[in-house]
C-alpha cells in the first residue's frame, strides 16, 4: 500500500464523512499531494459496507469500487467518478515529475483514462512530453458529456481524444451535469420566455418592458448599496437595452465600466493596475479584513482574453444560462476594475441571454431584480468559491490599506466549479419567466381597467389616477382617512366605496407591483 494515502477516517480535514471511509479521487490526490486548492463540493470516499451513501456533501461508494493507492488509480478513479477538476488537476501536474504521467501512458497507452490524462498534462502545462503519438484507437472525449456540459471540440491526433473542453487554457470553467441542471434543461425555459408575450397586447408588452428596464437598473444600484440619480439609472438601462448588439471585447468591457462609473474623477477606468479586494477595512489600523480577493493586476489581460475566447467557443455550444453564469460570474471573481464590477458582471447575464434569443420580443430579463429578490443566496453563492481559495492566497496590506497578492494565483480564477453559479442563475430565470414578467403585464392591463373604469366615473387627470391606486394599494384596499381629507376630499363617500370596491375585484390577494 501506498502510505501517501489515507485509510478509512471518520473526519478528513476536518469534514465529517457519514460513514467510516477511505478517501478517493480528488480529495485523496489533495491530501497526498498537499495541494494548494480546496475540496470539490462533492467528496469521494470508499465506504467500509457495500452500500452507496449520499451524504453530507459525500459521496460513499462500494468495497468493490476501491481504486490502486497510487497516483494513478486515484487520477482514473477522479476521471470515472466525478469528471474533470482541472485547477486540481493543474497543481497536481505543477507538483509531480512529468515522468510520472510518461509512465502512466507508456503503461497503458491505448487505455481511454491514460490519453485523457496526457492530453489534460499538455494541455494545461504547455508542454509536450516525450511520448510518441498514438497511432490507432477509437477517439474519447476529454469531457464525459453525462458528467459535465461540453461544446462538439475537435480532435487532437496525437493523443486520440476528442478536446471538447468549452474554453482555452487561459479560461476554463467547467459545469457538472445534476439532476437540478438536468430538469432546467429539459425545461426549454428559452421557449417558454419566447411565450411569455404571445397573448399580451404589444402596447401592453412596450409598457412592461419600459417599467422592467427601470426596475432592472435600479436594482443593479440597489444591489451595490447605491443610491444614483436618476440620470445614472437611465444611462444604465439605455445600456442593458442595448445587450447582445455589440460583441464583447476589452474596450467593450471598459465602454461599460465608464457608463457605470459616470463621473470618474476619482475612480481609474479601465483594467485596474493595482491589487484589489472585496471586505471592509479595521477601524483603527485600517487593515483590509478581506472576504475576496481579486486576480493580480498582471494576470488580468491573459484572463480576460481567456473569457472573452471562452465566450465565443461556447456561443450555439452550450445552453445560454449556462454560458451566462460561467462568464457572469467568472468576472466578477477577476474583478478587473477598480469599481463597477458587479453591474458589469450582471449586464453580462443580460447581454449573452439577448444575443442568444432568450428575451422576450421588446423585453429584456430583470435579472437584477430578480437577484436582488434573492440577495442572501446570492450574496452565498459569491462568497462559496471566495471562501474556498481564500486560504491559498498569501498577502500583505499595502501603505494605502490595499491587498498585494505574493503567491501564483492566476489558476483560481481560471478554472472553477461554475455549477453553484449556473443553478443559481437558472432558479432566477426560471422564476422571472413564471411570475415576474407575466405578472408585470397582468398587472398593467388589471390597471388600464382601474384607470379607465375610474375615468369614466370622472374626469381625473391619469396622474391623480394614479395616486388613487397608490393609496389603495399602501392600505390593503382602502382609502386611508388622511387621503379623504386631504388629495381625494372631493370624492363622495359613495365615489370612495365604488373605487375601493373595483380595487378589491381586480387587485385582492395580488402583491402590489
Known amino acids: 500500500?501506498?502510505?501517501?494515502?489515507?485509510?478509512?477516517?471518520?473526519?478528513?480535514?476536518?469534514?465529517?464523512?457519514?460513514?467510516?471511509?477511505?478517501?478517493?479521487?480528488?480529495?485523496?490526490?489533495?491530501?497526498?499531494?498537499?495541494?494548494?486548492?480546496?475540496?470539490?463540493?462533492?467528496?469521494?470516499?470508499?465506504?467500509?459496507?457495500?452500500?452507496?451513501?449520499?451524504?453530507?456533501?459525500?459521496?460513499?461508494?462500494?468495497?468493490?469500487?476501491?481504486?490502486?493507492?497510487?497516483?494513478?488509480?486515484?487520477?482514473?478513479?477522479?476521471?470515472?467518478?466525478?469528471?474533470?477538476?482541472?485547477?486540481?488537476?493543474?497543481?497536481?501536474?505543477?507538483?509531480?515529475?512529468?515522468?510520472?504521467?510518461?509512465?502512466?501512458?507508456?503503461?497503458?497507452?491505448?487505455?481511454?483514462?491514460?490519453?485523457?490524462?496526457?492530453?489534460?498534462?499538455?494541455?494545461?502545462?504547455?508542454?509536450?512530453?516525450?511520448?510518441p503519438d498514438v497511432k490507432s484507437g477509437n477517439y474519447v472525449h476529454v469531457l464525459n458529456p453525462l458528467q459535465q456540459l461540453t461544446v462538439k471540440g475537435e480532435n487532437s491526433q496525437r493523443h486520440r481524444v476528442i478536446n471538447n473542453l468549452p474554453g482555452t487554457p487561459e479560461f476554463c470553467p467547467l459545469i457538472k451535469r445534476t439532476d437540478e441542471l438536468d430538469a432546467y434543461l429539459l425545461m426549454d425555459l428559452k421557449k417558454k420566455a419566447l411565450q411569455v408575450s404571445s397573448d399580451i397586447p404589444k402596447d401592453v408588452v412596450t409598457r412592461a418592458a419600459a417599467f422592467l428596464l427601470l426596475k432592472d437598473s435600479k436594482a443593479s444600484f440597489t444591489i451595490e448599496n447605491e443610491a444614483p440619480s436618476h440620470d445614472r439609472i437611465m444611462r444604465w438601462g439605455t445600456a442593458i437595452r442595448e445587450?447582445?448588439?455589440?460583441?464583447?471585447?476589452?474596450?467593450?468591457?471598459?465602454?461599460?465600466?465608464?457608463?457605470?462609473?459616470?463621473?470618474?474623477?476619482?475612480?481609474?477606468?479601465?483594467?485596474?493596475?493595482?491589487?484589489?479586494?472585496?471586505?471592509?477595512?479595521?477601524?483603527?489600523?485600517?487593515?483590509?479584513?478581506?472576504?475576496?480577493?481579486?486576480?493580480?493586476?498582471?494576470?488580468?489581460?491573459?484572463?480576460?482574453?481567456?473569457?472573452?475566447?471562452?465566450?465565443?467557443?461556447?456561443?450555439?455550444?452550450?445552453?445560454?444560462?449556462?454560458?451566462?453564469?460561467?462568464?457572469?460570474?467568472?468576472?466578477?471573481?477577476?474583478?478587473?476594475?477598480?469599481?463597477?464590477?458587479?453591474?458589469?458582471?450582471?449586464?453580462?447575464?443580460?447581454?449573452?441571454?439577448?444575443?442568444?434569443?432568450?428575451?422576450?420580443?421588446?423585453?429584456?430579463?430583470?435579472?437584477?431584480?430578480?437577484?436582488?429578490?434573492?440577495?442572501?443566496?446570492?450574496?452565498?453563492?459569491?462568497?462559496?468559491?471566495?471562501q474556498g481559495i481564500l486560504p491559498y492566497i498569501e498577502w500583505e496590506s499595502t501603505e494605502d490599506h490595499n491587498v498585494q497578492v505574493l503567491n501564483p494565483t492566476i489558476d483560481y480564477y481560471r478554472y472553477f466549479d461554475a455549477t453553484p453559479y449556473v443553478l443559481f442563475l437558472y432558479r432566477c430565470v426560471k422564476e422571472t419567466i413564471e411570475h415576474d414578467l407575466p405578472e408585470e403585464a397582468q398587472f398593467l392591463v388589471k390597471y388600464d381597467q382601474f384607470r379607465i373604469t375610474v375615468q369614466k366615473h370622472l374626469e381625473m387627470p391619469d396622474r391623480i389616477v394614479f395616486l388613487l391606486y397608490s393609496f389603495l394599494s399602501q392600505n390593503r384596499g382602502k382609502l386611508s382617512k388622511r387621503a379623504q381629507e386631504n388629495e381625494f376630499a372631493e370624492l363622495s363617500e359613495n365615489e370612495i366605496r365604488q373605487f375601493e370596491n373595483l380595487y378589491e375585484q381586480l387587485f385582492a390577494n395580488k402583491n402590489p407591483i
Open 243 to 386: 445587450a447582445g448588439k455589440t460583441p464583447l471585447s476589452k474596450d467593450e468591457l471598459i465602454r461599460l465600466q465608464h457608463i457605470v462609473i459616470g463621473n470618474s474623477r476619482f475612480v481609474k477606468i479601465g483594467f485596474r493596475d493595482a491589487g484589489s479586494f472585496i471586505g471592509e477595512h479595521e477601524r483603527n489600523s485600517g487593515m483590509p479584513i478581506v472576504e475576496h480577493i481579486s486576480a493580480k493586476s498582471g494576470d488580468i489581460d491573459s484572463l480576460i482574453d481567456g473569457l472573452i475566447a471562452y465566450n465565443k467557443r461556447v456561443t450555439h455550444e452550450i445552453d445560454p444560462v449556462s454560458a451566462a453564469a460561467t462568464i457572469a460570474f467568472g468576472f466578477v471573481n477577476i474583478h478587473p476594475f477598480s469599481d463597477g464590477n458587479g453591474r458589469v458582471h450582471r449586464y453580462l447575464i443580460h447581454h449573452i441571454l439577448a444575443e442568444s434569443g432568450y428575451n422576450p420580443p421588446g423585453m429584456i430579463f430583470p435579472i437584477s431584480r430578480a437577484m436582488l429578490q434573492r440577495i442572501d443566496e446570492y450574496r452565498a453563492v459569491l462568497q462559496g468559491y471566495s
Open 1 to 131: 500500500m501506498n502510505n501517501r494515502f489515507s485509510g478509512p477516517v471518520t473526519v478528513f480535514h476536518g469534514f465529517s464523512l457519514p460513514k467510516e471511509g477511505i478517501p478517493a479521487g480528488y480529495v485523496a490526490l489533495i491530501d497526498a499531494y498537499r495541494l494548494p486548492v480546496p475540496f470539490p463540493y462533492t467528496k469521494m470516499a470508499i465506504g467500509l459496507k457495500h452500500t452507496i451513501v449520499k451524504e453530507m456533501d459525500w459521496h460513499l461508494l462500494t468495497p468493490r469500487h476501491q481504486p490502486e493507492n497510487s497516483l494513478r488509480g486515484h487520477l482514473e478513479f477522479a476521471l470515472k467518478n466525478e469528471g474533470i477538476d482541472l485547477c486540481v488537476l493543474k497543481k497536481l501536474f505543477e507538483t509531480i515529475e512529468p515522468s510520472e504521467i510518461v509512465t502512466i501512458v507508456q503503461e497503458t497507452q491505448t487505455g481511454a483514462y491514460a490519453r485523457r490524462i496526457w492530453f489534460l498534462y499538455e494541455w494545461l502545462m504547455g508542454t509536450t512530453l516525450v511520448l
